[in-house]
T-cell receptor, first 114, second 114 residues
Framework: QQQVKQSPQSLIVQKGGISIINCAYENTAFDYFPWYQQFPGKGPALLIAIRPDVSEKKEGRFTISFNKSAKQFSLHIMDSQPGDSATYFCAASISGTGANNLFFGTGTRLTVIP | EAQVTQNPRYLITVTGKKLTVTCSQNMNHEYMSWYRQDPGLGLRQIYYSMNVEVTDKGDVPEGYKVSRKEKRNFPLILESPSPNQTSLYFC?????????????FGPGTRLTVT
């Protein structure tokens, strides 16, 4: 049973456009929501993360929007570049337990066309 | 350089032949974890360890074993591999607990079981 649902499975965006990836969760105990970026042949790497006490977090061209009541969060990539082409995973975890178990979405393969 | 290393990077084996995938980290992290990545399923946790001699099952532990005898190493053992264990495997590590739970991933091991 997938604890974090992610869509779309793949996304093609023109250079300069906005890429949007959506995730939803059910477990209200989740309190940490990271996004990981994975390039071909590499392991995932943390891109940006948010906690539910804020509705938005921005780092450069990357923004997480968080809707606690809807149990949804999304990644927005502004001014998308070919170098952003990668697979993106949303995730969720419960902090403070000592265990850092991450529950991942199924991933979104983003292709940015020059 | 802070990193998580895995060996081998690629492995082709036959059904039933025991194998071990090694994982080592040089960041003095307490927490280590193994994931498998399959198309359309994202990253699923196999086993994790919160410290030396402390291990626990993740979401898909069947057919796998782990051990944590030293803080830096967390090998994944397949006693009798089967074709359904053909997958891309990632080891990850992080500090334990706290609010910042960034996981650092290794480069991956692509396993094919025929």
């Amino acid at each position: 049973q997938q604890q974090v649902k992610q869509s779309p499975q793949s996304l093609i965006v023109q250079k300069g456009g906005i890429s949007i990836i959506n995730c939803a969760y059910e477990n209200t105990a989740f309190d940490y929501f990271p996004w990981y970026q994975q390039f071909p042949g590499k392991g995932p790497a943390l891109l940006i993360a948010i906690r539910p006490d804020v509705s938005e977090k921005k780092e450069g061209r990357f923004t997480i929007s968080f809707n606690k009541s809807a149990k949804q969060f999304s990644l927005h990539i502004m001014d998308s570049q070919p170098g952003d082409s990668a697979t993106y995973f949303c995730a969720a975890s419960i902090s403070g337990t000592g265990a850092n178990n991450l529950f991942f979405g199924t991933g979104t393969r983003l292709t940015v066309i020059p | 350089e802070a990193q998580v290393t895995q060996n081998p990077r690629y492995l082709i084996t036959v059904t039933g032949k025991k194998l071990t995938v090694t994982c080592s980290q040089n960041m003095n992290h307490e927490y280590m974890s193994w994931y498998r990545q399959d198309p359309g399923l994202g990253l699923r946790q196999i086993y994790y360890s919160m410290n030396v001699e402390v291990t626990d099952k993740g979401d898909v532990p069947e057919g796998y074993k782990v051990s944590r005898k030293e803080k830096r190493n967390f090998p994944l053992i397949l006693e009798s591999p089967s074709p359904n264990q053909t997958s891309l495997y990632f080891c990850a590590s992080s500090l334990a607990g706290g609010l910042r739970v960034e996981q650092y991933f290794g480069p991956g091991t692509r396993l094919t079981v025929t």
